[in-house]
């Protein structure tokens, strides 16, 4: 299959909550690990190199964070081979924040570029999903 763009898995949510706890949310593995994977080695920094595990698939890949700015944004590479990974987060009224992660740069044939890009869509449309309404935290509001 020919492509003529390099697909780009992209998802997107409105989460009712402010953006410095979705942007912690993300960054923390104590909280990611309650909605998302299983294991985090480490907290994401700038420069930092952590692994994340996702037990109940036997899968886990390190994650490369190349650039934080602070409840605007995360860069990061992750996969073998690597991807790179962008979040970002708006500020929404009333109290609200627009998460929009964009997964691209996936290698191997056009085939194989959108099913990579496919995947990676339903996983990160999941872990939003789930940073909703992470189990064990609960509003102070």
């Given at each position: 299959m020919e492509i003529r763009e390099t697909p780009t898995a992209e998802a997107g949510m409105l989460i009712r909550?402010?953006?410095g706890e979705v942007f912690e949310a993300i960054v923390d593995p104590v909280i990611t690990?309650?909605?998302?994977?299983?294991?985090?080695s480490g907290r994401l920094d700038s420069g930092k190199q952590v692994r994340w595990k996702w037990r109940m698939?036997?899968?886990?890949?390190?994650?490369?964070?190349s650039e934080i700015?602070?409840?605007r944004k995360i860069v990061m590479q992750w996969?073998?081979?690597?991807?790179?990974?962008?979040?970002?987060f708006t500020e929404m009224p009333g109290k609200a924040t627009f998460i929009e992660v964009r997964?691209?740069?996936?290698?191997?044939?056009?085939?194989?570029?959108?099913?990579?890009?496919?995947g990676s869509t339903g996983g990160?449309?999941?872990?939003?999903?789930?940073?909703?309404?992470?189990?064990?935290?609960?509003s102070s509001s």
């Open positions: 909550r402010p953006v690990t309650k909605f998302w994977f299983t294991h985090g698939y036997d899968v886990s890949t390190a994650v490369d964070v700015v602070k409840d996969s073998d081979p690597p991807t790179t990974v962008v979040w970002t997964n691209f740069g996936f290698a191997g044939s056009g085939d194989e570029q959108v099913k990579e890009a496919v990160l449309t999941v872990g939003l999903i789930g940073d909703r309404h992470p189990k064990g935290l609960h």
